[in-house]
């Protein structure tokens, strides 16, 4: 993966507007406002490729990434509006868990966790879904540079021990910022590795 140019495909709405699952992808997820599109805008190297949308409603699509032509970067929309309808959240709980259980292709989840507030029951959901749906995921803490260095130790430890739960997590935490750039090329190196 990362082989070549990053280019925007297409946002999906429903299941049927999905890519073939022909090439190796792997996707974002997290809580909205988690530094999502920032995070994905570093890693691709390009700016506002992924739109920082925090409107409920307007990222209710999955956002498709052409990775050259190795693969795909899929953004997921941000969960966890605190007023979002039901029917949307509900409507993005369908698409996501089709997308999750049905995707052959999918190497790896990510999943983004704010530093300062470590993981949510929000959070602890889309893990469990992950679980069931035997998606490896990896563990993201974004805004790295917001807390103190001596505060790394609490959320990492708080981040362990609920991933030691989760069967399908990977052990391994990646401590990224998109402002300061820390993280970003062990990242990219991690999703360029993946089969
Ligand atoms: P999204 O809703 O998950 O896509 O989040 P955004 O990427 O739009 O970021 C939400 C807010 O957090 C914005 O105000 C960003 O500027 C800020 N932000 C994102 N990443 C970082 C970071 O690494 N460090 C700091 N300090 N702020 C960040």
């Not at 299941?15 to 530094?35: I, K, T």
């Not at 999955?62 to 032509?69: A, E, S, V």
């Not at 563990?139 to 540079?145: E, H, M, R, S, W």
């Amino acid at each position: 993966l990362f082989a070549g140019p990053v280019d925007f495909l297409k946002g999906v709405v429903a299941m049927e507007g999905l890519p073939p699952d022909d090439r190796p992808e792997v996707c974002f997820a997290g809580r909205s406002n988690v530094g999502k599109s920032s995070l994905i805008n570093a890693l691709t190297g390009r700016k506002a490729l992924a739109r920082a949308s925090n409107t409920p409603g307007r990222t209710q699509e999955i956002n498709y990434f052409l990775l050259g032509d190795s693969g795909y970067l899929v953004d997921l929309p941000g969960y966890g509006f605190a007023n979002a309808p039901l029917p949307v959240v509900e409507k993005w709980q369908r698409l996501l868990k089709h997308y999750l259980s049905g995707r052959a292709s999918l190497r790896r989840a990510f999943v983004l966790i704010d530093a300062r507030h470590g993981i949510k029951a929000v959070d602890e959901e889309i893990m469990t879904l992950l679980d069931r749906s035997a998606v490896t995921f990896q563990a993201v803490l974004t805004k790295i540079d917001k807390i103190r260095d001596s505060e790394r130790d609490t959320v990492l430890t708080q981040v362990r021990d609920r991933l030691s739960r989760h069967p399908a997590a990977y052990p391994e935490i990646v401590l990224t910022s998109s402002e300061k750039g820390e993280g970003i090329a062990t990242l990219r190196a991690i999703i360029a590795g993946l089969p």
